[in-house]
């Protein structure tokens, strides 16, 4: 293992250094999981957005041996961090990693006008070394994500519930799409780690790895919409599986079949679409008991993934 962490130089990272963040991510994810769970897309699509800071640490010849990224979440006090160390190397780099992105978290959300900020991060549960990085930079867990799939093998099980239920893919026109955002906005408002979203935001996050790479559903009942589910491709490339980014219900309609009624419908356009399978991430402790609506429908969990919060001044060091 490759130590001399004291000589690393760090730098900004950007879409130009797309090739050796991959490379490192991979060696990364097939340390722990044995395959590597992202695209190139998806990391070149992280390495544009504006809102997202990203930060290389380059040994002396010039090899990228740690990568992280510092992101605020709209104006609040939320800050998401992310870091990665190149197995090979010195794993105490990562206490380093997160300090240095946690100090510039601190400034991110100072400059918001606040006066501590909640540090947020998403952990493979069989990642020991990220969480032993978590644990010594007195990081806690606050719940776990476990991501869902279900095999698309045979016909799709038609929605059932006690009152008609309507499914339709919007068309996409901007006044379909703000009903969309207020019926997520008003699903999620109890749910971890929730942030109000601006429109113009969320419509941003629609098309931020292209034209067409978000496709929003509503659901409606009795003629009134009260769900929404917004799906991606995601998941095409490694897994041919359809993705379910946000589910929705607003809280007047649930227990009505609204929820198994918007899956039903995506599992079975994803595979007319030729996809074998859906995937989506559900907090287990979600409020809504998203969990078994999921189970019921077919889907089982896969992977777990811890998040891991701590709250901090935004002077401390």
């Known amino acids: ?152 093998a045979g016909p799709v099980e038609p929605a059932e519930g006690p009152r008609p239920v309507t499914v339709r893919r919007t068309n996409g026109s901007d006044d379909e799409l703000r009903v969309a955002h207020r019926i997520d906005e008003e699903s999620f408002v109890d749910h971890y780690g929730n942030v109000a979203t601006s429109y113009e935001r969320w419509r941003e996050r629609l098309t931020e790895r292209g034209e067409d790479w978000a496709t929003v559903w509503l659901a409606e009942l009795d003629g009134e919409p009260v769900g929404v589910l917004v799906g991606t491709p995601q998941f095409e490339q490694d897994e041919n599986a359809g993705y379910v980014r946000t589910r929705g219900t607003l809280p007047s309609a649930r227990g009505r079949g609204v929820a198994k009624a918007m899956l039903r419908a995506y599992f079975d356009a994803s595979q007319r679409a030729g996809r074998v399978a859906v995937l989506l991430h559900v907090d287990v402790a979600n409020v809504t008991d998203a969990l078994g609506v999921y189970e019921s429908v077919g889907m089982r969990s896969v992977l777990e993934i811890d998040a891991w919060n701590k709250r901090v001044p935004v002077g401390s060091a």
């Open 1 to 152: 293992m490759t130590s001399r962490t004291t000589d690393l130089t760090r730098r900004a990272v950007g879409p130009d250094d797309l090739a050796a963040v991959t490379s490192l991510l991979t060696a990364s994810d097939e340390s722990v999981l044995g395959h590597r769970d992202f695209t190139d897309e998806e990391i070149a699509a992280d390495l544009r957005r504006a809102d997202l800071e990203s930060y290389g640490w380059y040994a002396a010849d010039g090899t990228l041996v740690g990568y992280g990224w510092v992101s605020r979440i709209e104006r609040s006090d939320r800050v998401e961090v992310d870091g990665y160390v190149l197995p090979t190397w010195d794993e105490s780099l990562g206490i380093e990693l997160f300090a240095q992105l946690e100090e510039r978290g601190r400034s991110l959300a100072a400059d918001a006008g606040h006066h501590s900020v909640l540090f947020d991060i998403g952990v493979y549960r069989q990642d020991e070394k990220s969480r032993g990085w978590m644990t010594g930079r007195d990081f806690k867990v606050a719940t776990t994500f476990t991501r869902m799939r279900i095999d698309l």
